[in-house]
């Protein structure tokens, strides 16, 4: 019996910390893209799991384009996953730099070449993650990861943030619609061209 409220003590107590460790360090990335501190944003981030996270967002909507045209075979499927992820890849790598991530995060927009912008709720939009407003946007995804939503429903954009080694990080920005269909288009355009 006593470990039953040992066990209820440390939910009770563990909870509030753990939740609101992940809000704190998402205030932190906030302010720092509201103030344009770059650097800021990039110690805030994982940027190999953010540009996986990318990728993977651009190959399911470039996959589900050709399903669109035609039926694809799956040696076809797998060839342009393949193919698509490395391209994909190379895109998102010139696109994530230090100056560009700080931006979309600040101002919600990203330039992916020529007239090309990606558009997103910044999180200007998460004016100050107080109370409930934060507890409203966070949605749990796994022990180590939250989804946190920057427009009123999920298909308007969100982030990600990841618990690694000593704190939270960003580790993905999903994208809404319009703004991968923008990116999908600038890779296509990226693989022919290359």
Do not use: C
């Not at 989804?147 to 943030?161: K, T």
Request: glycine share 10%; hydrophobic share 45%; net charge positive.
């Amino acid at each position: 019996m006593r470990w039953f409220f040992i066990a209820v003590a440390i939910v009770v107590f563990g909870l509030p910390i753990y939740v609101g460790s992940a809000i704190v360090s998402l205030e932190g990335l906030a302010a720092a893209a509201r103030a344009g501190e770059s650097a800021g944003v990039l110690a805030r981030t994982d940027l190999p799991r953010l540009r996986r996270s990318l990728v993977d967002q651009v190959v399911t909507v470039y996959l589900k384009q050709l399903d669109r045209d035609r039926p694809v075979k799956p040696l076809e499927r797998l060839a342009a996953s393949t193919y698509g992820a490395s391209i994909a890849d190379a895109t998102i790598a010139k696109m994530l730099t230090q100056e560009n991530l700080a931006g979309l995060l600040s101002g919600g927009t990203i330039n992916v070449g020529g007239d090309q912008v990606l558009n997103i709720p910044s999180l200007r939009s998460i004016d100050g993650l107080k109370g409930f407003d934060a507890l409203k946007r966070i949605s749990f995804v796994k022990p180590v990861e939250f989804l946190v939503r920057l427009g009123e429903a999920e298909r308007d954009g969100a982030i990600s943030i990841h618990f690694e080694g000593n704190g939270w990080k960003l580790s993905g920005i999903l994208l809404p619609d319009a703004a991968l269909q923008i990116l999908s288009q600038s890779v296509v355009r990226n693989g022919r061209s290359g």
